[in-house]
């Protein structure tokens, strides 16, 4: 009877270490595929939980700085290290890099897609993720409102409502009452970014071909990105906007578009101002089976484009609101000396969906005086550290000097400021 007893004994305590050994691996994968988010401290039904966003803490993890000898010499709590790093953006905002995390690893030679949305684009968001199939970077704005908890809930709905988004979409989540702030959450999405290179897209645009495969075979392509130049992708929108609903009726192909445009049901995106993508000169593309240089750049440039993640320029967070904001990072993305070239074989299409335009009005009045002098601002910064670099007599200077010398007064300052050096 003893014998029985201790053998009981004995199974019960490998059963009991087995099963804490198989909880906590499982632990550490779920850890994996996502990292710590907010748990509901109540849920009875989807949309409707309530989260505790308010004490959630990622400052226990810190930027440990170590020496030739591996010792610790700082650390940085992370949360006080992402205010630094977003300090030109309206505050408080608090940022939860990876609330959701992808499980795959991706290579690094992968063009993430990074892009901003807030909850009324979910529906779009899932049929982009579900068409690229590649790592995407998303920053999600939550409304720090009575609508907070409502909004996480929809989001974890989102999340779990499409297997696609597991596997390829890291989530990184802004919480404030700001609205509109793109820029920042450009660069939240670009920040934590897990591949070489990024395309800045937005939600509502429809990647119709094969882009990756394409990228893969084009080797010239390959080589202007590695350099660190920007490749684009040309933009296009219905005429008959009930044409741009349905992404599954889109064409797949170059020569598909170029009947439709013919048939004029296709159009270049916002035709009605073309310094928005002019400089992308369609004309030639629909001619070109090769890359090709953007050479008639104009400040008003809002193209969609692949970019080298080290090295490039960062959105301004200035710009709050509509108008002039990605323009003005394309713009300063320029002027660093950084050119554009535009893929033969690839093009979005925007899916139709309403604007509010009298918001839009105003916001753009706003940010069209700012962006004013932010050109002549970045004109004068740059030709700055040029000139001190001895960078100024370099091909790497010629988009500086190409857009600066248009204001007023610009030669004569950097003259001085090359004279003095």
């Not at 075979?217 to 933009?235: F, K, Q």
């Amino acid at each position: 009877m003893s014998k029985a007893l201790r053998f009981g004994v004995v199974a019960y305590l490998a059963a009991s270490v087995l099963f804490t050994l198989h909880s906590y691996f499982l632990q550490g994968q779920d850890l994996t595929s996502s990292t710590q988010h907010l748990i509901a401290r109540s849920w009875t039904k989807p949309g409707q939980a309530v989260f505790d966003v308010d004490n959630i803490v990622y400052s226990n993890q810190v930027m440990n700085w170590k020496n030739t000898n591996d010792r610790s010499v700082h650390e940085v709590k992370e949360d006080f290290l992402i205010h630094k790093i977003f300090s030109n953006t309206l505050q408080p905002s608090k940022v939860l890099p990876y609330y959701f995390k992808a499980i795959r690893d991706f290579d690094p030679e992968a063009v993430t897609i990074t892009t901003l949305i807030t909850f009324d684009r979910y529906p779009v968001f899932s049929k982009l993720v579900t068409n690229y199939q590649g790592p995407i970077s998303v920053s999600i704005h939550i409304n720090d409102d009575d609508m907070r908890d409502e909004n996480m809930s929809k989001l974890h709905d989102m999340y779990s409502s499409n297997p696609h988004m597991k596997e390829f979409v890291d989530v990184h989540v802004v919480v404030d009452k700001f609205d509109r702030q793109f820029n920042m959450w450009r660069n939240v999405a670009r920040f934590f970014a897990r591949t070489n290179y990024f395309m800045m897209l937005d939600v509502d645009f429809h990647i119709c071909t094969n882009l990756q495969k394409h990228l893969s075979l084009d080797p010239e392509s390959r080589r202007l990105m590695r350099a660190g130049s920007a490749v684009i992708l040309p933009a296009f929108e219905y005429v008959d906007q009930e044409d741009g609903v349905n992404s599954k009726t889109f064409p797949k192909n170059k020569e598909s578009v170029i009947k439709l445009v013919q048939q004029k049901k296709l159009t270049v995106f916002h035709d009605f101002f073309l310094k928005g993508h002019n400089a992308t000169d369609y004309a030639r593309w629909y001619k070109t089976d090769s890359v090709y240089k953007v050479t008639t750049y104009q400040h008003s440039y809002e193209p969609y484009v692949i970019l080298k993640k080290e090295g490039t320029p960062w959105c301004d967070e200035r710009f709050v609101g509509y108008g002039a904001n990605k323009a003005a990072c394309l713009f300063e993305i320029y002027i660093s000396g950084i050119d554009y070239y535009v893929l033969p074989h690839d093009f979005l299409i925007h899916q139709s969906h309403p604007y509010k335009e009298e918001t839009r009005k105003q916001e753009r009045k706003y940010n069209r005086n700012l962006y004013r002098h932010f050109q002549e601002e970045t004109c004068f910064r740059y030709s700055k550290a040029f000139v001190m670099a001895n960078l100024w007599s370099t091909p790497k200077a010629a988009n500086i000097k190409e857009q600066c010398n248009k204001i007023k007064g610009f030669k004569q300052v950097v003259a001085q400021l090359d004279k003095a050096r």
